[in-house]
C-alpha cells in the first residue's frame, strides 16, 4: 500500500468518526394502539346511547294516536312507492241565481189627497198588474218588460197605462201612505177597489189575487 492510500484511508476513517459524534439519536416513538382502541369503543358506546334513545322516542311517540297513524301512513307509503295523484272531486254544478229584474220605464210623482184613479187602456196578451206600499211620500210606477209595450202618463187624480193588447209586460204601481183608497179600471170594465200587497191578472178577467 503506497503512502497516499494509506492517508486517504486516514482521512476517511476520521471522517466516519466524526460523522458518528454529530449524529443525534432519534428517539422511538411508541405506537398509541391503546387510546386508539378507547376512542373506538366510547365511539361505539354513543352510538348505542344514540339508537337507544331514538328508539324510545319511537317507541313513545307510538303510543298517541295520530302520531302512530302517521308513522303507520308513512311506512305504507314507503313500502307501497310513489302514490298516483287523487281523482279530482266532481264539482256540482251550482245554478244560477235569477237575474234581478229591472224596470225598463219608471215614472215618480206626488199623488193628489183622496182617491187614486189607476186606468189600464186595455187587457194584454199576457201580465200582471200590482200595487205595492212606497216609503216615503212620492208614488212610482214602472214597466217590468218591454218598454214599447206601454206609456205612463201621471194625471191629476192618479195614472194610466196607454198599453196595446199585445203587450207581455208587467206592471208595479207603489202608492205612499196618504193614498187612502185606490180605484182600478180596466178598458170598459166596471171599476174595482185595491189594496196595496194585491196583484191583478191582465190577460183574463178575474178577482184580484191577495
Known sequence: MSGDDEALDR??????ALLRATD???????????????????RTVQRWRMAAAIAVL??????????????????????????AAPAAAPTAEIAAEPAEVVPTNVVTFEPGAGVFVLEVATRQATGTL?????????????????????ELFV??????????????????????????????????EPARGLSPGAELPLATLGEPLE
Open 24 to 42: 443525534a439519536p432519534v428517539p422511538p416513538i411508541a405506537f398509541p394502539a391503546g387510546r386508539i382502541a378507547a376512542a373506538r369503543q366510547r
Open 11 to 16: 482521512r476517511a476513517a476520521k471522517l466516519s
Open 155 to 188: 194625471r191629476h187624480d192618479g195614472l194610466r197605462i196607454d198599453n196595446r193588447r199585445l203587450a207581455r209586460a208587467d206592471y208595479v204601481v207603489r202608492l205612499p201612505a196618504s193614498v187612502r183608497r185606490l180605484v182600478v179600471r180596466i178598458a170598459d
Open 130 to 150: 200590482r200595487v205595492v206600499r212606497a216609503e216615503g211620500p212620492n208614488a212610482s210606477a214602472a214597466i217590468i218588460g218591454d218598454p214599447a209595450d206601454a
Open 58 to 83: 319511537l317507541t313513545g311517540a307510538a303510543l298517541v294516536r295520530p302520531v302512530r297513524a302517521w308513522i303507520v301512513e308513512a311506512a305504507r307509503t314507503l313500502f307501497a312507492g310513489p302514490a
